[in-house]
């Protein structure tokens, strides 16, 4: 069952603009967040998280919002650069620490 | 990089064949996580361990085991191999019990099964 979900498996954006993606998620017994970037031969490295108690998360160009009535959760690059062109992963966690991650959204940033 | 070490890189046998896929976690990182990833799939968790002990259990299928030593470096058996078994394996590794605190993958192994 996919318990997270990435419903866009790609986004194209222009360098400097923004970048927003997007997770949606359907156990209510998740309570914490991460995004996660892939590059092409390489595990993922953790990007920013966020805890069910907060509905954003900022670090330098990227902010991670989360909506819990909606249970919808979005990174925003801004401004986006080629280097960010990465497969990006949403993970959400539940309490007895079962972590389910996305599908993945494949970000490609247009000089 | 990381600081998590994943041996072999890629993996090519049989089908009914058996393999272990074995994972160094970075220094100081006491829990282990495996996941798998097939082609057009997110990461599918499979195990997560903790100083040794078995901490979580998600899609791992019983002809997989795992097991976390006292050195902390962990191993994947997969046996009875077929065909849909072919992915990417991966191994994380964190500090605490919780997955909140960030994971920080190997570079995977790729398992080939012909």
């Known amino acids: 069952d996919q318990q997270v979900k990435q419903n866009s498996p790609s986004l194209s954006v222009q360098e400097g603009r923004i970048s927003i993606l997007n997770c949606d998620y359907t156990?209510?017994?998740?309570?914490?967040f991460l995004w996660y970037k892939k590059y092409p031969a390489e595990g993922p490295t953790f990007l920013i998280s966020?805890?069910?108690?907060?509905d954003k998360n900022e670090d330098g160009r990227f902010t991670v919002f989360l909506n819990k009535s909606a249970k919808h959760l979005s990174l925003h690059i801004v401004p986006s650069q080629p280097g960010d062109s990465a497969v990006y992963f949403c993970?959400?966690?539940?309490?007895?620490?079962?972590?389910?991650f996305g599908a993945g959204t494949r970000l490609t940033v247009k000089p | 990089d990381s600081g998590v070490t994943q041996t072999p890189k890629h993996l090519i046998t049989a089908t009914g064949q058996r393999v272990t896929l074995r994972c160094s976690p970075r220094?100081?990182?006491?829990?282990v996580y495996w996941y798998q990833q097939s082609l057009d799939q997110g990461l599918q968790f499979l195990i997560h361990?903790?100083?040794?002990?078995?901490?979580a259990k998600g899609n791992i299928l019983e002809r997989f085991s795992a097991q976390q030593f006292p050195d902390l470096h962990s191993e994947l058996n997969l046996s009875s191999l077929e065909l849909g078994d072919s992915a990417l394996y991966f191994c994380?590794?964190?500090?605490?019990?919780?997955?909140?605190?960030?994971?920080?993958f190997g570079n995977g192994t790729r398992l080939t099964v012909t």
């Open positions: 361990y903790y100083n040794g002990e078995e901490r």
């Open positions: 220094s100081g990182d006491l829990s």
């Open positions: 993970a959400a966690l539940s309490e007895n620490n079962d972590m389910r």
């Open positions: 156990n209510s017994m998740f309570d914490y």
């Open positions: 994380a590794s964190s500090v605490g019990q919780r997955g909140g605190s960030p994971l920080h």
């Open positions: 966020i805890s069910s108690i907060k």
